[in-house]
């Protein structure tokens, strides 16, 4: 399944992730990492820079794990799960702060809807923080629309809004 896609930073290539201890050392870094860049500007912190081998191993167990490698690292991932109703849950998007605006993302979520295609999915959602405007506009840029909004437990306003894009 692996995909190659021309970035700004060479080529970009997304294959499955692998169930081994040094793919999910690598993926839990690359989400850590990727995370942390956001910690200082939302509230509530950000869930996944407490991911750990255990938790990601747990993960890619009931999910399907996608991992973006350019020039033999990884540097981006994200994981689809299955929800009731057809809908394809895509979690986890983290692209290495390096390699931002060059293509890794764009090609991360083409390979995420062609996988949802194939698992016979009728739409792809996501959650994305409010205070993050530029992964909002990035999303909207890939055909994804804005939908209901939600609270994180704990919250009595809303944190985050669902983005959905039908699948072709």
Not at 34 to 46: G, T
């Amino acid at each position: 399944m692996a995909k190659t896609r021309q970035g700004g930073g060479g080529a970009v290539t997304v294959r499955p992730m692998r169930d081994d201890a040094a793919e999910i050392a690598a993926v839990v870094v690359l989400i850590r990492g990727a995370f942390a860049d956001y910690a200082d500007r939302l509230d509530p912190p950000p869930s996944a820079v407490r991911e750990t081998a255990e938790s990601i191993a747990v993960l890619l167990g009931r999910e399907h794990g996608l991992v973006a490698e350019a020039g033999g690292a990884a540097v981006g991932c994200l994981f689809l799960q299955r929800r009731e109703g057809g809908d394809i849950y895509v979690g986890r998007v983290a692209v290495a702060c390096a390699h931002r605006r060059g293509g890794v993302g764009r090609a991360l979520m083409a390979a995420a809807e062609a996988e949802a295609r194939r698992l016979g999915g009728a739409r792809l959602t996501l959650g994305v923080r409010l205070a993050l405007d530029g992964n909002r506009r990035f999303f909207a840029s890939l055909g994804f629309v804005e939908g209901a909004l939600h609270a994180h437990p704990g919250y009595d306003k809303p944190t985050w809004v669902e983005m959905m894009k039908a699948i072709e």
